[in-house]
């Protein structure tokens, strides 16, 4: 096994993670997050900056002198190998080269990568999608992300845009989403909508998803909206089986914390919708808030061209 380490970051919307690991991909050496500040770039730049100094702190002289790269888990448009954001709204990040800016600042190279792809990635290598080469990775959350697994590699498409989920529009001239399209899936069926649905039934604003589940049984209205939600994501992922016929279907995010109360009516509608695709079996993801971080991992590994899981 090669002595390379890597810091590994994966960068949410509230908070960034971070893990200093080797291609073992066990125990962290180090770990440390900070809060993100919300839609400043420069400001988001200075919090990486801070983490890797935290994780190098905490290493001996000898272990740091084993860190080759930073690898950066984000969510938005990445313009391929290039380390260029061209859109992380959260992040306020439009067309930033954040690879070669956090580079100049950190002295590493720095490969950035999309989360949800990579998240996937862990999932399918140490997690729910273990021991399968053919997977979807569905990540439901504030938005609907997916990653396709594919003869054991993850799909990023020839314009490096695989998995936007999400966005495809599901409803002709639907709901406006703020991607500037009408009708997308995220905009019916993620965590922030099924909540956003819930609130305007029960009147009561600020609302969650998690308020959905727990009120199902006792509260009619909660009822109905969680089964137009698992009405829409069916239809959304009878798209995805269809086309892919992947082996499993591996659900993430923070919806998939409901369990079986998503799985076991989500397989039920997409039994009875699918007439010419199989559906696979349906698993929650294992890995939680670690994927993003061991996915970076992961994907940095292999960039650096070192045999990791
Ligand atoms: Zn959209």
Excluded: K
């Amino acid at each position: 096994m090669s002595d390379t380490l890597v810091l590994a970051l994966d960068i949410g919307g509230t908070n960034a993670r971070g893990e200093v690991l080797d291609a073992g991909l066990g125990r962290p050496l180090a770990s440390a997050s900070l809060p993100t500040p919300y839609g400043d770039g420069e400001a988001t730049l200075t919090t990486i900056e801070r983490l890797c100094g935290q994780l190098m702190d905490s290493l001996d002289p000898i272990d740091r002198g084993r860190v080759r790269a930073v690898g950066l888990g984000v969510p938005g448009i990445i313009e391929g190998q290039t380390g260029v954001v061209r859109l992380a709204s959260n992040l306020g990040w439009v067309g930033t080269p954040v690879g070669d800016r956090l580079s100049e600042r950190v002295a590493l190279p720095v490969h950035v990568h999309h989360d949800v792809t990579v998240a996937g990635l862990a999932e399918h290598r140490l997690g729910a999608g273990a021991g399968t080469d053919d997977l979807v990775a569905v990540f439901i959350g504030t938005g609907i992300a997916a990653t396709i697994v594919s003869g054991g590699q993850a799909v990023e498409g020839g314009l490096h845009q695989a998995g936007e989920l999400g966005h495809v529009p599901i409803v002709p001239d639907g709901r406006p989403c703020p991607c500037g399209q009408r009708g997308c899936l995220e905009m019916y069926c993620s965590a922030r909508a099924i909540g956003h649905a819930y609130a305007a039934a029960i009147g009561r604003p600020g609302a969650t998803s998690l308020d959905v589940v727990n009120d199902l049984g006792t509260d009619p209205r909660a009822d109905a909206v969680w089964a137009e939600a698992i009405d829409w994501l069916a239809h959304g992922l009878m798209g995805v089986i269809t086309l892919l016929s992947p082996s499993r279907l591996v659900l993430g995010g923070g919806l998939s914390a409901a369990g079986d109360t998503l799985v076991v009516p989500l397989r039920e509608r997409l039994l009875a919708l699918a007439h010419v695709a199989t559906v696979p079996p349906i698993v929650t993801a294992q890995l939680g808030q670690r994927a993003g971080v061991l996915g970076s991992a992961l994907a940095t590994f292999r960039r650096l061209d070192v045999a990791s899981l």
